[in-house]
T-cell receptor
Framework: GENVEQHPSTLSVQEGDSAVIKCTYSDSASNYFPWYKQELGKGPQLIIDIRSNVGEKKDQRIAVTLNKTAKHFSLHITETQPEDSAVYFC?????????FGTGTRLTVIP | EPEVTQTPSHQVTQMGQEVILRCVPISNHLYFYWYRQILGQKVEFLVSFYNNEISEKSEIFDDQFSVERPDGSNFTLKIRSTKLEDSAMYFC?????????????FGSGTQLSVL
């Protein structure tokens, strides 16, 4: 099955700086890559996703890039704010199931 | 915004006991899922459910596990005889369509501790 690796496991940035989280996947047939944000005491919430027919997608301060050849995709958060502090998960879809990375704990320092 | 609700938020049980984790998916959704996350590890797929039957299941979902939609609103995960290694956060999720290219809505999870 699909194997998703995610780095780093923890990330601390100063408020206003950018944060980048990277993921790789193993199955070239995967074609849907969502990113989830999990705040304390809550379930994962979808924040952005990208399909394999595009290389980049942006939504305000959040962007995701996809390199299908290299089988990696990244989440970029610009102008970080304290409320961005959370655990972020990448995922890749193979067939009808999502395979998740291990998560990145992002801390934005005011 | 509609949400998936899960109860209880925490469940402590003795090894060998049966537990039932409950979920209320979003009302118009048709596909239901259980995932779990052992502390420090990946969120793992357990099972998907559609039209009152299991669509797919992972290797984790062995004979000790079962799912049921007993009425029009609830979706349950039963673990028949819990083991220590079943301790994890269990997430329920639902979607209007199949997961393929479709947004999953997750509940806030049930933390299961097996002693």
């Amino acid at each position: 099955g699909e194997n998703v690796e995610q780095h780093p496991s923890t990330l601390s940035v100063q408020e206003g700086d950018s944060a980048v989280i990277k993921c790789t996947y193993s199955d070239s047939a995967s074609n849907y890559f969502p990113w989830y944000k999990q705040e304390l005491g809550k379930g994962p919430q979808l924040i952005i996703d990208i399909r394999s027919n595009v290389g980049e997608k942006k939504d305000q301060r959040i962007a995701v890039t996809l390199n299908k050849t290299a089988k990696h995709f990244s989440l970029h958060i610009t102008e970080t704010q304290p409320e961005d502090s959370a655990v972020y998960f990448c995922a890749a879809q193979e067939a009808n199931n999502l395979f998740f990375g291990t998560g990145t704990r992002l801390t934005v320092i005011p | 915004e509609p949400e998936v609700t899960q109860t209880p938020s925490h469940q402590v049980t003795q090894m060998g006991q049966e537990v039932i984790l409950r979920c209320v998916p979003i009302s118009n959704h048709l596909y239901f899922y259980w995932y779990r996350q052992i502390l420090g590890q990946k969120v793992e797929f357990l099972v998907s459910f559609y039209n009152n039957e299991i669509s797919e299941k992972s290797e984790i979902f062995d004979d000790q596990f079962s799912v049921e939609r007993p009425d029009g609103s609830n979706f349950t995960l039963k673990i028949r005889s819990t083991k220590l290694e079943d301790s994890a956060m269990y997430f329920c999720a639902s979607s209007l369509y199949r997961a393929h290219n479709e947004k999953l809505f997750f509940g806030s999870g049930t933390q299961l501790s097996v002693l």
